[in-house]
């Protein structure tokens, strides 16, 4: 398995008029919910003059970002999905450009707050060129969200001794997913932490999601006729074990919230 911008492009391009139908599934409708209440509460406590959108996809973050920023810029490497996106989104004034987020045209410190959701790192074919673009355009003082699958929680898949053993003890390794074609990276917790550092970012928070989910099999993660109401429970669960340290390690994906910090 490897990862390349080509396939990257091509596979979000082919995946792009069903993206939204496809992530319309039970687990993400538990997922979503966690993150945006745990962004949403940062958000509120902040104001940001220029939000990027960085794997902005067909937009499914886009209106919740604006509703906190009235300037927010749209970025992806899939030409297609942002298509979507812009129909979608045709009455928000935004500004939407094709690119690669590992190097991009945008200005030094062009951003006060970078919105990285849906496994954009874990997508990406490199990861740390990423970091120290987020860490060019963004800000001093500015901050960044970036969401990651968890190499711990996708031991908990169900796949063989092997996969489990060599999973949970990888910094980094590929995986095939089980919806589509293109390999995403996981990554431990502390390992990502300390690329994050290494290069100019303070972490200020952390939250996971999908741990309690990490348990029920992929057809009924992938559910679309699902009773909501016990879903809506299981969202609040979701939500209280998002804030609870002691159970990050068997999450799915995480969330980091970094800061640059003057003078790095």
Known sequence: ?????????????????D??????????FVCEY??????????K?????????????????TAFLHSFCRDVTLL????????IAAQKHKRLPLRIIRGNIEETDFSDNEFDFICAEGGVISYTPGPVRMIKEIHRVLKENGYAWIDFYNSLGWAFEYHGIDFKIETALADERLIRMPDWDYPARTFLPHHLAGLLT?????ITGFFANGILLNSFSIKEKEATGFDREQAEKLREIELWLSREAGYYNSSLACRFLVKKTAGN
């Open 45 to 61: 406590r902040h104001t940001f003059s220029h939000i990027l959108e960085a794997g902005a996809g067909t937009g499914k973050w």
């Open 198 to 202: 290494e290069h100019g970012f303070a």
């Open 1 to 17: 398995m490897k990862q390349n911008i080509t396939r990257l492009q091509e596979s979000f391009d082919k995946l792009a008029a």
């Open 19 to 28: 993206y939204d139908e496809i992530t319309a599934d039970f687990a993400h």
């Open 34 to 43: 966690v993150t945006k209440a745990n962004l949403g509460d940062f958000l």
């Open 76 to 83: 992806d490497i899939s030409g297609e999905s942002l298509k």
